[in-house]
């Protein structure tokens, strides 16, 4: 049961471009949406959140954007630089239950 | 920074043997998840926990797992007579509210690596 999709499992930006990193949801009682980076063999990072009462919101060089009719999120990342390059998971949640993540996408940028 | 804290960084087991793995929360924090990830596999949710009892708990936290809070500090997850399966990174996390839509952001451990032979 995959309530949380990344339909990418890998994406690959030249350093200084935009990355945007893709997140789908089926359930429509989640209000509230992270994302997450993990380098290999260390816990995920949180990176930026947003509630389902913003269509986006902004923390330096990542954004989020949300599309609750569409049940579709997006994570921008500009200007992309090596270091972020890792993996980023998008999570989800329900008043307040657990968290569901998605499969991850794994960014690379390229110098 | 404060930070979620697990030991150990890597265990390896035999089957059928029982592992306890532990964690630290932040000192304020007051919810305390355990969650998993099989290698290749997206990160599975096990358990939450608050006020001394389990809050929420998924398929996999089946009678073979448990979890405690022994003391003020320590936040552990015991798996009974581990399987090959239960092989994974094991990662605590721990948060300070649950959602109410507000936000709340829950804080990961670096996980620990169990290999079950």
């Known amino acids: 049961d995959q309530q949380v999709k990344q339909n990418s499992p890998s994406l690959s930006v030249q350093e200084g471009r935009i990355s945007i990193l893709n997140c789908d949801y089926t359930n429509s009682m989640f209000d509230y949406f992270l994302w997450y980076k993990k380098y290999p063999a260390e816990g995920p990072t949180f990176l930026i959140s947003?509630?389902?009462?913003?269509d986006k919101n902004e923390d330096g060089r990542f954004t989020v954007f949300l599309n609750k009719s569409a049940k579709h999120l997006s994570l921008h990342i500009v200007p992309s630089q090596p270091g972020d390059s890792a993996v980023y998971f998008c999570?989800?949640?329900?008043?307040?239950?657990?968290?569901?993540f998605g499969t991850g996408t794994s960014l690379t940028v390229i110098p | 920074e404060p930070e979620v804290t697990q030991t150990p960084s890597h265990q390896v087991t035999q089957m059928g043997q029982e592992v306890i793995l532990r964690c630290v929360p932040i000192?304020?924090?007051?919810?305390f998840y355990w969650y998993r990830q099989i290698l290749g596999q997206k990160v599975e949710f096990l358990v939450s926990?608050?006020?001394?009892?389990?809050?929420?708990k998924s398929e996999i936290f089946d009678d073979q797992f448990s979890v405690e809070r022994p003391d003020g500090s320590n936040f552990t997850l015991k798996i009974r007579s581990t399987k090959l399966e239960d092989s994974a990174m094991y990662f605590c996390a721990s948060s300070d509210y649950l959602s109410t839509g507000s936000g709340n952001t829950i804080y990961f451990g670096e996980g620990s690596w169990l290999t079950v032979v």
């Open positions: 000192s304020n924090h007051l919810y």
């Open positions: 999570a989800a949640s329900a008043l307040g239950n657990q968290f569901y």
């Open positions: 926990f608050y006020n001394n009892e389990i809050s929420e």
């Open positions: 947003i509630s389902s009462i913003k």
